[in-house]
Protein backbone atom coordinates (compact mmCIF):
# COMPACT_ATOMS: atom_id res chain seq x y z
CA UNK A 1 0.00 0.00 0.00
CA UNK A 2 1.72 3.39 -0.91
CA UNK A 3 1.56 5.21 1.71
CA UNK A 4 -1.08 8.41 0.76
CA UNK A 5 -3.63 5.67 0.68
CA UNK A 6 -3.08 5.31 4.50
CA UNK A 7 -5.09 9.02 4.56
CA UNK A 8 -7.82 8.21 1.55
CA UNK A 9 -7.96 10.75 -1.79
CA UNK A 10 -9.97 13.74 -1.15
CA UNK A 11 -10.46 16.36 -4.01
CA UNK A 12 -11.33 20.54 -2.70
CA UNK A 13 -12.53 22.67 -4.90
CA UNK A 14 -11.89 26.72 -3.62
CA UNK A 15 -14.41 29.34 -4.94
CA UNK A 16 -12.98 32.51 -4.20
CA UNK A 17 -15.75 35.10 -4.07
CA UNK A 18 -17.44 36.50 -1.10
CA UNK A 19 -20.02 39.36 -0.40
CA UNK A 20 -18.20 40.74 2.21
CA UNK A 21 -14.44 40.50 3.57
CA UNK A 22 -14.32 39.28 7.04
CA UNK A 23 -11.77 41.59 8.98
CA UNK A 24 -10.51 37.97 10.61
CA UNK A 25 -10.37 36.57 7.60
CA UNK A 26 -6.82 35.68 5.79
CA UNK A 27 -8.64 33.46 3.01
CA UNK A 28 -8.46 33.90 -0.53
CA UNK A 29 -11.32 35.52 -0.91
CA UNK A 30 -12.57 38.04 -3.07
CA UNK A 31 -15.29 40.98 -3.26
CA UNK A 32 -16.59 41.66 -7.08
CA UNK A 33 -19.67 43.30 -8.53
CA UNK A 34 -20.45 40.09 -11.12
CA UNK A 35 -19.23 37.01 -12.16
CA UNK A 36 -19.14 34.61 -15.05
CA UNK A 37 -20.47 31.06 -13.38
CA UNK A 38 -20.62 29.95 -17.24
CA UNK A 39 -16.77 30.89 -17.58
CA UNK A 40 -15.58 29.15 -14.26
CA UNK A 41 -17.58 26.05 -14.83
CA UNK A 42 -15.15 25.91 -18.21
CA UNK A 43 -12.19 26.48 -16.11
CA UNK A 44 -13.09 24.22 -13.39
CA UNK A 45 -14.18 21.34 -15.27
CA UNK A 46 -11.45 21.60 -17.48
CA UNK A 47 -8.57 21.67 -14.42
CA UNK A 48 -11.16 18.50 -13.46
CA UNK A 49 -10.12 16.46 -16.58
CA UNK A 50 -6.48 17.52 -16.33
CA UNK A 51 -6.43 16.19 -12.30
CA UNK A 52 -7.82 13.18 -13.12
CA UNK A 53 -5.67 12.00 -16.02
CA UNK A 54 -2.91 12.53 -14.03
CA UNK A 55 -4.41 10.32 -10.90
CA UNK A 56 -5.84 7.33 -13.00
CA UNK A 57 -7.39 4.29 -11.69
CA UNK A 58 -7.90 6.47 -8.11
CA UNK A 59 -11.09 6.09 -5.38
CA UNK A 60 -12.39 9.15 -4.24
CA UNK A 61 -13.02 9.91 -0.30
CA UNK A 62 -14.62 12.97 -0.42
CA UNK A 63 -15.11 16.32 -2.32
CA UNK A 64 -15.30 19.79 -0.29
CA UNK A 65 -16.61 23.38 -1.88
CA UNK A 66 -14.12 26.05 0.13
CA UNK A 67 -13.96 29.36 -0.33
CA UNK A 68 -15.04 32.35 -0.50
CA UNK A 69 -18.33 31.73 -0.36
CA UNK A 70 -19.75 28.86 -2.09
CA UNK A 71 -22.78 28.98 -1.32
CA UNK A 72 -23.05 31.93 -4.11
CA UNK A 73 -21.94 29.19 -6.62
CA UNK A 74 -25.18 28.34 -8.87
CA UNK A 75 -26.39 25.20 -8.12
CA UNK A 76 -26.52 24.33 -11.88
CA UNK A 77 -22.49 24.41 -11.88
CA UNK A 78 -22.32 22.72 -8.33
CA UNK A 79 -24.17 20.07 -10.76
CA UNK A 80 -21.62 20.43 -13.33
CA UNK A 81 -18.62 19.94 -11.22
CA UNK A 82 -20.12 16.48 -9.36
CA UNK A 83 -21.08 15.02 -12.63
CA UNK A 84 -17.59 15.88 -14.46
CA UNK A 85 -15.72 14.52 -11.39
CA UNK A 86 -18.02 10.81 -11.09
CA UNK A 87 -17.58 10.55 -15.03
CA UNK A 88 -13.59 10.90 -14.34
CA UNK A 89 -12.67 9.26 -11.25
CA UNK A 90 -14.19 5.81 -8.95
CA UNK A 91 -15.81 7.10 -5.62
CA UNK A 92 -16.74 5.11 -2.59
CA UNK A 93 -20.49 4.66 -2.02
CA UNK A 94 -20.73 6.49 0.61
CA UNK A 95 -19.03 9.64 -1.10
CA UNK A 96 -18.45 12.77 1.26
CA UNK A 97 -19.69 15.98 -0.65
CA UNK A 98 -19.16 19.46 1.68
CA UNK A 99 -20.32 22.64 0.34
CA UNK A 100 -19.64 25.56 2.19
CA UNK A 101 -22.22 28.65 3.09
CA UNK A 102 -22.86 31.70 4.59
CA UNK A 103 -26.33 32.70 6.43
CA UNK A 104 -26.73 35.73 4.31
CA UNK A 105 -26.77 33.61 0.80
CA UNK A 106 -28.84 30.55 2.03
CA UNK A 107 -32.69 30.06 0.79
CA UNK A 108 -34.43 26.78 0.34
CA UNK A 109 -34.66 26.69 -3.19
CA UNK A 110 -30.34 26.84 -3.73
CA UNK A 111 -30.27 24.81 -0.56
CA UNK A 112 -32.80 21.89 -2.45
CA UNK A 113 -30.58 22.46 -5.46
CA UNK A 114 -27.36 21.80 -3.77
CA UNK A 115 -28.42 18.79 -2.75
CA UNK A 116 -30.31 17.57 -5.74
CA UNK A 117 -26.68 17.73 -7.27
CA UNK A 118 -25.24 15.84 -5.08
CA UNK A 119 -24.07 17.73 -1.85
CA UNK A 120 -24.34 15.60 1.33
CA UNK A 121 -23.02 17.95 4.06
CA UNK A 122 -23.02 21.62 4.58
CA UNK A 123 -20.85 23.67 6.68
CA UNK A 124 -22.16 26.88 7.80
CA UNK A 125 -20.11 30.22 8.82
CA UNK A 126 -22.55 30.97 11.45
CA UNK A 127 -19.21 31.96 13.93
CA UNK A 128 -20.97 33.61 16.95
CA UNK A 129 -24.92 33.80 18.28
CA UNK A 130 -24.74 37.17 19.61
CA UNK A 131 -25.57 40.12 16.73
CA UNK A 132 -22.57 42.33 18.48
CA UNK A 133 -20.19 39.99 17.90
CA UNK A 134 -21.65 39.51 14.58
CA UNK A 135 -21.47 43.45 13.36
CA UNK A 136 -18.02 43.38 15.47
CA UNK A 137 -16.71 40.02 13.33
CA UNK A 138 -17.97 42.10 9.89
CA UNK A 139 -20.38 39.38 9.06
CA UNK A 140 -23.73 40.41 7.18
CA UNK A 141 -26.01 38.15 9.29
CA UNK A 142 -27.94 38.48 12.29
CA UNK A 143 -28.21 35.84 14.83
CA UNK A 144 -31.97 34.99 13.89
CA UNK A 145 -30.58 34.65 10.14
CA UNK A 146 -28.27 31.90 11.32
CA UNK A 147 -31.03 29.81 12.86
CA UNK A 148 -33.18 30.24 9.67
CA UNK A 149 -30.40 29.32 7.46
CA UNK A 150 -29.97 26.35 9.82
CA UNK A 151 -32.98 25.07 10.38
CA UNK A 152 -33.09 24.83 6.25
CA UNK A 153 -29.79 23.06 6.38
CA UNK A 154 -31.30 20.72 9.09
CA UNK A 155 -34.38 20.11 6.57
CA UNK A 156 -32.66 19.75 3.83
CA UNK A 157 -29.20 17.79 4.18
CA UNK A 158 -28.51 14.68 6.22
CA UNK A 159 -25.36 16.09 7.40
CA UNK A 160 -24.98 19.99 8.78
CA UNK A 161 -22.17 21.71 10.41
CA UNK A 162 -21.37 24.87 11.63
CA UNK A 163 -18.35 27.31 12.78
CA UNK A 164 -17.87 29.36 15.95
CA UNK A 165 -15.45 31.97 16.98
CA UNK A 166 -14.41 32.00 20.61
CA UNK A 167 -12.00 33.87 23.08
CA UNK A 168 -13.30 37.32 20.70
CA UNK A 169 -13.40 40.82 21.77
CA UNK A 170 -14.74 41.63 25.53
CA UNK A 171 -16.20 37.92 25.96
CA UNK A 172 -16.36 36.45 29.30
CA UNK A 173 -16.40 32.75 30.30
CA UNK A 174 -19.49 33.24 31.25
CA UNK A 175 -20.61 34.67 27.92
CA UNK A 176 -19.20 31.75 25.73
CA UNK A 177 -20.74 29.27 28.15
CA UNK A 178 -23.91 30.41 27.34
CA UNK A 179 -23.17 30.96 23.47
CA UNK A 180 -22.37 27.23 23.50
CA UNK A 181 -24.91 25.89 25.23
CA UNK A 182 -27.25 27.43 22.57
CA UNK A 183 -25.29 25.80 19.51
CA UNK A 184 -25.21 23.01 21.59
CA UNK A 185 -29.00 23.01 21.59
CA UNK A 186 -28.97 23.15 17.57
CA UNK A 187 -28.85 19.73 17.46
CA UNK A 188 -25.54 20.00 14.85
CA UNK A 189 -23.60 16.70 14.33
CA UNK A 190 -20.25 18.84 13.62
CA UNK A 191 -18.92 22.37 15.12
CA UNK A 192 -15.94 23.77 14.24
CA UNK A 193 -14.91 25.81 17.14
CA UNK A 194 -11.78 28.47 16.62
CA UNK A 195 -9.95 30.66 19.10
CA UNK A 196 -9.62 33.61 17.10
CA UNK A 197 -6.53 34.69 15.95
CA UNK A 198 -5.19 37.89 14.69
CA UNK A 199 -3.08 37.32 11.30
CA UNK A 200 -1.16 39.71 9.26
CA UNK A 201 -2.61 40.96 6.78
CA UNK A 202 -5.91 41.02 7.99
CA UNK A 203 -7.95 44.60 8.70
CA UNK A 204 -7.70 42.80 12.06
CA UNK A 205 -4.04 43.00 12.03
CA UNK A 206 -4.11 46.02 10.56
CA UNK A 207 -6.28 47.63 13.90
CA UNK A 208 -4.05 45.34 16.52
CA UNK A 209 -0.46 47.44 15.31
CA UNK A 210 -2.57 50.19 15.55
CA UNK A 211 -3.88 49.57 18.73
CA UNK A 212 -7.00 49.59 17.81
CA UNK A 213 -8.44 46.28 18.64
CA UNK A 214 -9.26 46.32 22.77
CA UNK A 215 -10.76 43.78 24.98
CA UNK A 216 -8.98 40.70 23.38
CA UNK A 217 -8.78 37.77 26.31
CA UNK A 218 -5.60 37.07 27.77
CA UNK A 219 -4.06 34.01 27.68
CA UNK A 220 -5.43 32.26 31.11
CA UNK A 221 -9.24 33.60 30.01
CA UNK A 222 -8.34 31.84 26.33
CA UNK A 223 -7.04 28.69 28.20
CA UNK A 224 -10.02 28.56 30.16
CA UNK A 225 -12.45 29.20 27.18
CA UNK A 226 -10.55 26.00 25.59
CA UNK A 227 -10.94 23.76 28.72
CA UNK A 228 -14.89 25.08 28.88
CA UNK A 229 -15.15 23.80 25.01
CA UNK A 230 -13.81 20.70 25.74
CA UNK A 231 -15.83 19.78 29.11
CA UNK A 232 -19.02 20.71 27.22
CA UNK A 233 -18.66 19.14 24.18
CA UNK A 234 -17.93 16.33 25.65
CA UNK A 235 -20.83 16.10 27.52
CA UNK A 236 -23.53 16.48 24.93
CA UNK A 237 -21.46 13.62 23.20
CA UNK A 238 -19.83 16.12 20.52
CA UNK A 239 -15.98 15.61 21.68
CA UNK A 240 -13.04 16.62 19.86
CA UNK A 241 -11.66 14.25 17.36
CA UNK A 242 -9.39 17.00 16.93
CA UNK A 243 -7.89 20.07 18.08
CA UNK A 244 -10.76 22.52 16.96
CA UNK A 245 -13.37 19.90 15.77
CA UNK A 246 -16.15 17.73 17.22
CA UNK A 247 -18.22 15.68 16.54
CA UNK A 248 -21.01 12.50 16.96
CA UNK A 249 -19.62 9.52 16.59
CA UNK A 250 -19.42 8.78 13.09
CA UNK A 251 -19.97 12.10 11.85
CA UNK A 252 -16.16 13.37 11.81
CA UNK A 253 -14.93 15.81 8.47
CA UNK A 254 -13.83 12.38 6.55
CA UNK A 255 -12.71 15.90 3.95
CA UNK A 256 -10.21 16.60 6.42
CA UNK A 257 -9.07 13.52 7.99
CA UNK A 258 -7.84 13.16 4.11
CA UNK A 259 -5.67 16.31 5.41
CA UNK A 260 -4.43 15.39 8.96
CA UNK A 261 -4.00 11.54 8.19
CA UNK A 262 -1.81 12.52 5.60
CA UNK A 263 -3.78 11.29 2.15
CA UNK A 264 -3.73 12.96 -1.53
CA UNK A 265 -5.52 15.09 -2.43
CA UNK A 266 -6.23 17.51 -5.53
CA UNK A 267 -6.57 21.00 -5.05
CA UNK A 268 -8.59 22.91 -7.99
CA UNK A 269 -9.56 26.77 -7.76
CA UNK A 270 -7.59 29.83 -6.88
CA UNK A 271 -4.75 29.52 -4.10
CA UNK A 272 -5.50 25.83 -4.25
CA UNK A 273 -3.29 24.01 -2.58
CA UNK A 274 -2.73 19.84 -3.37
CA UNK A 275 -0.60 16.86 -2.05
CA UNK A 276 -0.41 14.52 -4.54
CA UNK A 277 2.00 11.12 -5.14
CA UNK A 278 3.36 9.96 -8.54
CA UNK A 279 5.83 7.41 -8.31
CA UNK A 280 6.20 6.90 -5.13
CA UNK A 281 7.35 10.54 -4.61
CA UNK A 282 4.59 13.00 -2.76
CA UNK A 283 4.50 16.49 -4.39
CA UNK A 284 2.93 19.78 -3.00
CA UNK A 285 0.85 21.71 -5.57
CA UNK A 286 -0.36 25.34 -5.87
CA UNK A 287 -2.22 27.36 -7.75
CA UNK A 288 -2.52 31.33 -9.16
CA UNK A 289 -3.72 33.40 -6.09
CA UNK A 290 -5.85 36.01 -8.03
CA UNK A 291 -8.99 34.90 -9.38
CA UNK A 292 -8.32 36.54 -12.89
CA UNK A 293 -4.86 35.32 -12.94
CA UNK A 294 -5.96 31.86 -12.75
CA UNK A 295 -8.62 31.44 -14.87
CA UNK A 296 -6.46 32.78 -17.72
CA UNK A 297 -4.35 30.65 -16.92
CA UNK A 298 -6.28 27.90 -17.07
CA UNK A 299 -8.25 28.68 -20.88
CA UNK A 300 -4.56 30.28 -21.96
CA UNK A 301 -2.06 27.49 -20.52
CA UNK A 302 -3.61 24.72 -20.12
CA UNK A 303 -3.17 24.47 -15.98
CA UNK A 304 -3.99 26.93 -12.92
CA UNK A 305 -0.93 25.30 -11.42
CA UNK A 306 2.12 27.61 -10.44
CA UNK A 307 4.14 24.99 -8.11
CA UNK A 308 4.65 21.27 -8.33
CA UNK A 309 7.80 20.49 -6.09
CA UNK A 310 8.48 17.18 -4.35
CA UNK A 311 8.78 16.91 -0.82
CA UNK A 312 11.64 15.28 0.77
CA UNK A 313 11.19 12.53 3.18
CA UNK A 314 12.09 14.77 6.22
CA UNK A 315 9.23 17.45 5.05
CA UNK A 316 6.75 14.99 4.51
CA UNK A 317 7.51 13.46 8.13
CA UNK A 318 7.36 16.43 9.35
CA UNK A 319 4.12 17.57 7.99
CA UNK A 320 2.33 13.92 8.58
CA UNK A 321 3.44 14.93 12.36
CA UNK A 322 2.06 18.21 12.49
CA UNK A 323 -1.05 16.97 10.91
CA UNK A 324 -1.69 14.14 12.97
CA UNK A 325 -0.89 15.11 15.90
CA UNK A 326 -3.79 17.31 15.63
CA UNK A 327 -6.00 14.76 15.72
CA UNK A 328 -7.20 12.74 18.58
CA UNK A 329 -6.28 9.61 17.55
CA UNK A 330 -2.73 10.66 16.93
CA UNK A 331 -0.41 8.95 14.52
CA UNK A 332 1.02 5.54 14.01
CA UNK A 333 4.83 6.19 14.76
CA UNK A 334 6.19 3.25 12.65
CA UNK A 335 4.28 5.15 9.69
CA UNK A 336 6.19 8.07 10.42
CA UNK A 337 9.71 6.23 11.22
CA UNK A 338 9.16 3.97 7.49
CA UNK A 339 8.68 7.81 5.90
CA UNK A 340 12.21 9.48 7.90
CA UNK A 341 13.98 7.27 9.27
CA UNK A 342 14.00 9.15 12.66
CA UNK A 343 14.34 7.62 15.85
CA UNK A 344 12.46 9.62 18.22
CA UNK A 345 12.81 8.02 21.60
CA UNK A 346 14.66 10.20 23.50
CA UNK A 347 12.15 13.15 22.82
CA UNK A 348 9.08 10.87 23.31
CA UNK A 349 10.27 9.39 26.56
CA UNK A 350 11.03 13.37 27.58
CA UNK A 351 7.72 14.12 26.21
CA UNK A 352 5.49 11.39 27.94
CA UNK A 353 7.78 11.67 31.49
CA UNK A 354 6.14 15.39 31.62
CA UNK A 355 2.69 13.79 30.79
CA UNK A 356 1.84 15.22 27.36
CA UNK A 357 2.29 12.73 25.29
CA UNK A 358 1.33 8.70 25.18
CA UNK A 359 2.51 6.23 22.94
CA UNK A 360 -0.35 3.58 23.02
CA UNK A 361 0.05 0.58 20.54
CA UNK A 362 2.30 1.90 18.41
CA UNK A 363 0.48 5.56 17.96
CA UNK A 364 1.79 8.33 19.32
CA UNK A 365 -0.69 10.62 20.81
CA UNK A 366 -1.74 13.79 23.00
CA UNK A 367 -2.27 13.84 26.50
CA UNK A 368 -5.08 16.47 27.77
CA UNK A 369 -2.64 18.08 29.25
CA UNK A 370 -0.28 18.12 26.15
CA UNK A 371 -3.15 19.32 23.41
CA UNK A 372 -2.95 23.19 24.46
CA UNK A 373 0.64 22.68 24.57
CA UNK A 374 0.37 21.26 20.94
CA UNK A 375 2.83 23.64 19.49
CA UNK A 376 5.43 23.69 22.12
CA UNK A 377 5.25 19.63 21.58
CA UNK A 378 5.94 19.80 17.79
CA UNK A 379 8.88 22.07 18.35
CA UNK A 380 10.36 19.76 20.40
CA UNK A 381 9.91 16.58 18.59
CA UNK A 382 10.66 17.96 15.12
CA UNK A 383 13.82 20.06 16.40
Keep these: MADWQKGGFGLYLHWPFCQAKCPYCDFNSHVVDTIDQARWKS??????????????????????????????????????????????????????I??????TSVEA??????????????????QALDDTSLRALGRLHSVADAWKAYDIARDTFARVSFDLIYARQNQTLN???RE???????????????????????AFGARLARGKLPGLPNEDLAADMYFLTQQMTERAGLPAYEVSNHAASGQESRHNLVYWRGGDYVGIGPGAHGRLTFDGTRHATETHLAPARWLTAVENNGTGETLRDPISPRDQGDELMMMGLRLHEGIELARYNDITGNDLTKQINDLTDLGLVTLNDGRLMLTPAGRPLLNAILRQLLA
Excluded at 43 to 69: K, N, W
Excluded at 109 to 126: E, L, P, Q, T
Excluded at 181 to 202: F, V
Design 180 to 202: LNEALSMAADHLSLYQLTIEDGT
Design 43 to 96: AYLAEIARAAAETPGRILDSIYFGGGTPSLMDPDLVAAILDTIRRHWRVVNDLE
Design 98 to 103: TLEANP
Design 109 to 126: GRFRGYHDAGVNRISMGI
Design 175 to 177: DWQ
